[in-house]
């Protein structure tokens, strides 16, 4: 038993170290939120949350559409020439472009934007600070995944969240914790993270820069695609948020976003499996018995482990919520227990992912991506009608449930037999 115990650990080992750095680095950032709850009001919170709503709106759309194609093709390049320095141009040339765009769009929709978070003039300059400090966080975490060190991106991501938690606790202190120096955190903590890091890249496989029109057109085409994905999880993630502004108060909108905090934080985690093998992935799809290794070994042990997790949080949710946050948030428990059963699916789901992006089966994910957001959106709207904001939560859950349906259909129908 032992010896079998030490094999597995042995043959999981990089997984595990992997798993821990992620588990601690989303942790803290799961806490964050459940923070400001703690010292906002539950209207405070809810312009908090529609706050980060429209910044992940300009990230996703300007910022990560790039970051899985450029893992693919950082990977494919390092595997090939040792060196990403034409995929790094071209990511940084796509991202100067999409900067100039944020601003520009930022400031001519600067009215309705302010008006739908309830933001302050100052409060709305600060929220283009903090959009630039998360595009800064996204952008240096797939930079270690693109050079195939996965543990330094899970240490960055660890470091952004602690720095996160320092900052915090600084304001606490010397100043107050609100909604402007939450962005100046935002901002400044993905920074400092770096300085930390920096130390550990090999600059060589990044310079000197190298702009290629083949690498340009190829990436620009899989970030389009992954554009139209990308706002579909937007609108999965954050959708019930656009509906519950139309339906219900500022308040229920802060009770409800307090147990999405939740999935979120599971769905964070379940990414973390992707984003772990989707360079192994890239580079073992043609070996049978590696891939069949991940499907049919690895697949379900991490599987279940997270099972068991999520059965357990279940259970510590009501009196977690109850214990921090007393009755001002008690509602929460129900929302974050239903949407418990949607991270099941979401963990079940993402281990297709990695394949279905090295198989260039982007066109699938986005279409996909986007009839689940519909779907999503459609029920919303009936059921938070019908049962108020636990109606979001319901909706949710629904779609995630179709949409694991819909990934395993399509795996065994097109992916199968091409890989194994």
């Known amino acids: 038993m032992l010896k079998t115990i030490k094999k597995e650990f042995a043959h999981g080992k990089n997984f595990l170290i992997f798993s821990i ?7 803290l950032f799961a806490l964050l ?8 009001s539950p209207e405070g919170f809810g312009a908090y949350s529609l706050s980060i709503m429209i910044i992940y709106l300009f990230t996703i759309l300007l910022v990560s559409s790039s970051t899985q194609p450029f893992v693919v ?6 595997k090939k020439t040792n060196k990403i ?6 990511r940084l040339v796509l991202l100067a472009i999409s900067t100039v765009v944020f601003f520009i769009l930022a400031f001519a929709f600067a009215g309705p934007i302010s008006k739908f978070a309830s933001l302050s003039r100052n ?8 959009y630039l400090g998360v595009g800064i966080k996204y952008f240096f975490e797939s930079l270690f995944l693109g050079l195939n060190q996965r543990n330094h991106h899970a240490v960055y991501e660890l470091l952004t969240a602690f720095f996160s938690i320092l900052i915090v606790i600084y304001f606490y202190y010397f100043s107050t914790i609100n909604l402007e120096n939450i962005f100046i955190m935002l901002f400044v903590a993905p920074i400092i993270a770096f300085l930390f890091m920096s130390f550990t890249i090999d600059y060589s496989k990044l310079f000197p820069l190298k702009f290629n029109k083949t690498a340009f057109r190829s990436m620009l085409d899989y970030t389009k695609w992954m554009l139209l994905g990308n706002t579909s999880v937007y609108i999965v993630n ?7 502004r139309y339906f219900v108060s500022l308040k229920e909108i802060g009770i409800y976003n307090l147990g999405y905090q939740v ?8 990414v973390a499996v992707n984003l772990y093998f989707l360079p192994f992935i890239s580079q073992q799809i043609n070996n049978k018995t590696k891939i069949r290794d991940y499907l049919y070994k690895k697949r379900p042990k991490i599987f279940l482990l997270g099972l068991a997790g999520i059965i357990a949080l279940y259970f510590m949710l009501p009196h977690f919520i109850n214990l921090i946050y007393g009755d001002n948030y008690k509602e929460s428990v129900t929302v974050a227990r239903i949407l418990l059963i949607a991270a099941v699916f979401v963990l079940y789901r993402e281990f297709y992912s990695p394949i279905f992006s090295t198989l260039r089966q982007y066109r699938f994910i986005q279409t996909a991506l986007m009839v689940f957001a519909a779907l999503n959106i459609i029920l919303d709207f009936f059921l938070v009608a019908w049962i108020g904001f636990i109606g979001a939560a319901v909706a949710t859950t629904i779609a995630f449930l179709f949409s694991t349906i819909t990934y395993e259909w399509y795996f065994r129908k097109y992916c199968k037999d091409r890989i194994l």
Do not use: R
Not at 21 to 27: D, F
Not at 85 to 90: H, Y
């Open 238 to 244: 954050w959708g019930d948020n656009l509906v519950l």
């Open 123 to 130: 409060q709305f300059y600060l929220l283009l600070l903090a």
């Open 85 to 90: 320095s034409k995929t790094i141009t071209t």
């Open 263 to 270: 999935l979120k934080g599971l769905i964070m985690l379940s």
């Open 33 to 40: 939120p459940l923070i400001f709850a703690f010292f906002l």
């Open 21 to 27: 750095l992620k588990v601690l680095g989303q942790g």
């Open 73 to 78: 093709y950082a990977s494919e390049e390092l």
